[in-house]
Each structure stands twice: as structure tokens, then as C-alpha cells.
């Protein structure tokens, strides 16, 4: 049976944390978990981009769903295992085993390399996803800059419908709000829509979108809970200049090289959890910025 999950409100794309020789620490995870929840984040997405999925190894990815798994038996978080954009037979063995684990959902890149073209070749790939993982829902991660692959959102639900027994959504990372308010009408209160990334948060919310998602929220997640407040209060002013600042915190954050870098670096300035550094090909911030970085983003603290 497959849970009637719906994800709503403000999740958390955790970071994945990193020892100083970059193999992946897992011993942080149930700090990290409870800070989240301390700052009222109650469901995480584990290796999605900010968390590096794509430059880990299976046996890493698997290690970290387990971690995480253990965590939020603790603190009762929901859990989003994002099994994507890695060969295809991996793919399917991190459906399997996130499956086999019981968490609340799985999130899914497109394959990376023979990119799904049409609708129908994408809903193809889900199915296999969807049958190695046949008891959790399904979303699938929508990022089209990243990823390349710009299948349109509206037409993808309105022929999956049917078709993928546990799709359940789609992550929507791309600031095509036409597209997404497409997405969110085809979806009819049957699938979540979930808005990514920092850029258009507040104007997703006011389109109707009820759960969003950006690597700001672990160590700036005032500003995304005071949108969600601002905006069901008609206070249209202080939403707008919520996500003007919320801009600004993640231009600054990419101009000393990888956003996720430069994230990872706010993270440690300013949170009680040392994420590390990113993994390599992503470039960290030079240490002779980092007190330049601190001083540009504690106005916003
Ligand atoms: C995965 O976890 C096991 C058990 O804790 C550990 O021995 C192994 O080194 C880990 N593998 C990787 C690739 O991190
Ligand atoms: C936006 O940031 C400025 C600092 O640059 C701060 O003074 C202001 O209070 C912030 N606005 C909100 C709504 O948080």
C-alpha cells in the first residue's frame, strides 16, 4: 500500500557532510537532523543537488539514506530520498533500497546522458523507478538548467496520470512560473507540486504553490516560513522584500565560486553543523574570502 503522502510547507535539502579527505561523514547526521527540527523544519531531502547526489558513489548514497533513515526515527522528520541522475542499473538499486528502508518518499532526476526527449520516453524511465520502489511515493526532479532535460510539466502529469501507480509530484526547480502554475493545475490537488530553489519562492507561493524547497532554509529559514506567514496574510510588502533578501543572501553566496560552496561555507559560519567543504568538481570559496563572505551576509542573519 502505498502512503497518501503529500508533502506541504518547507523541507530542507540537507547538505552532505563532508570530512577534510571528502569521504562522507555520516556520524554529524543526528545533530543535523535535530537542528533542522529545532529550527522547525520538519522533512528533508537527502542527496538531491544541494546535498551533491550526483557526485557520490552508490555505496555513499546508500550509507546516507540508512544515516538519515536512523536519524528521523528520532525526530519523526519526513524523509525524500532523491536516487537520481546516476547509471541507470544504480538508479534502480537506490530505488530499491530506499524502498526496502520505508522512507516517505523518493525524488528522481531524468537519465542525464540519453536524455528523455518526449513526454512518454520520461514517463517510461519513472515506471522502471516506480517498479523498483513499487511501496514509496515517487516525485520526479524537475531542474531543466541543471539537468537539460525541459519535458513539460503540465502535459508530464496529464499523461502519467494513470500510468505510474505512485507518482506522487514533481520538485519544480526552474523560475518558468508559467509553466509551474501549468503543472499546478494539471496536478488538481492530486499531485504536489513542490517550488526549488531560492529564486521565486514567493511568487510560486502566491501562485498557489504549498511546499517549497532551497538550500537557504538550513541556515536562513526565517525567511522562507515569514513568506509562507506573509503571504496567507495578505502582507504582500514584506513577502516581496522577504524574497528580495533571500535573492541577495544567494548572490552573494555565488560569487565566490559553487553556490552550493558558498552555502555549505554560511552553514558552517553560521549554524552549530560543520557540513565540510563540497566535494569536488565544485569549487569552495577561497579561505582568504571567508571574512568578507561572513561580514556581506550577517545583515541578514
Ligand atoms: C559505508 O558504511 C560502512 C559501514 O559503516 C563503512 O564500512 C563503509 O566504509 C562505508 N562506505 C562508504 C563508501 O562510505
Ligand atoms: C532584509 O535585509 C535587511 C538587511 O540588508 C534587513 O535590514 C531587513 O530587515 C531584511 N528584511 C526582512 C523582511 O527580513
Known amino acids: 500500500m502505498i502512503a497518501n503522502i503529500t508533502f506541504f510547507g518547507i523541507m530542507a535539502p540537507v547538505f552532505t557532510i563532508f570530512n577534510q579527505d571528502f569521504s562522507v561523514n555520516t556520524e554529524r547526521i543526528p545533530d543535523y537532523a535535530h537542528y533542522l527540527l529545532d529550527a522547525g523544519i520538519n522533512a528533508i531531502l537527502v542527496a538531491g543537488s544541494t546535498g551533491e547526489g550526483t557526485s557520490l558513489s552508490l ?5 546516507l539514506t540508512e544515516a538519515w533513515a536512523e536519524a528521523v526515527k528520532k525526530t519523526s522528520q519526513s524523509l525524500m530520498i532523491q536516487v537520481g541522475g546516476g547509471p541507470f542499473p544504480d538508479v534502480v538499486e537506490l530505488a530499491r533500497h530506499a524502498d526496502s528502508l520505508g522512507v516517505d518518499a523518493i525524488l528522481t532526476l531524468p537519465e542525464l546522458y540519453f536524455k528523455p526527449k518526449k513526454t512518454q520516453e520520461l514517463i517510461s524511465y519513472l515506471k522502471f523507478v516506480s517498479a523498483a520502489a513499487p511501496n514509496t511515493p515517487l516525485f ?10 525541459n519535458i513539460d510539466m503540465g502535459e508530464f502529469l496529464e499523461q502519467a496520470n494513470g500510468q505510474i501507480p505512485n507518482l506522487k509530484g514533481i520538485k519544480y526547480t526552474s523560475s518558468d512560473l508559467a509553466g509551474g502554475h501549468a503543472a499546478l493545475r494539471a496536478a488538481n490537488g492530486k499531485y504536489t ?36 506567514d506573509t503571504i496567507q496574510h495578505n502582507k504582500l510588502e514584506i513577502a516581496a522584500e522577504l524574497q528580495r533578501n533571500l535573492t541577495e543572501i544567494t548572490n552573494i553566496v555565488s560569487q565566490y565560486g559553487a553556490k552550493i560552496a558558498g552555502l555549505k561555507l554560511a552553514m558552517n559560519l553560521f549554524t552549530p553543523i ?7 568538481p565544485l569549487q569552495n570559496p577561497s579561505p582568504y574570502k571567508i571574512e568578507e563572505i561572513k561580514k556581506r551576509l550577517e545583515p541578514f542573519l
Not at 555505496?59 to 550509507?63: A, C, H, I, L, S
Not at 511568487?203 to 498557489?208: H, K
Request: aromatic fraction near 12%; charge should be positive; proline fraction near 7%.
Open 274 to 280: 560543520n557540513v565540510g567543504l563540497a566535494r569536488p
Open 59 to 63: 555505496q555513499e548514497r546508500k550509507n
Open 140 to 149: 520526479y526532479y524537475h531542474y531543466p538548467t541543471q539537468s537539460g532535460v
Open 193 to 228: 507540486i513542490i517550488i526549488g530553489g531560492e529564486a521565486v519562492i514567493e511568487p510560486a507561493l502566491a501562485l498557489g504553490f504549498t511546499s517549497a524547497m532551497a538550500g537557504a532554509i538550513n541556515m536562513f529559514p526565517r525567511y522562507v516560513r515569514e513568506m509562507f
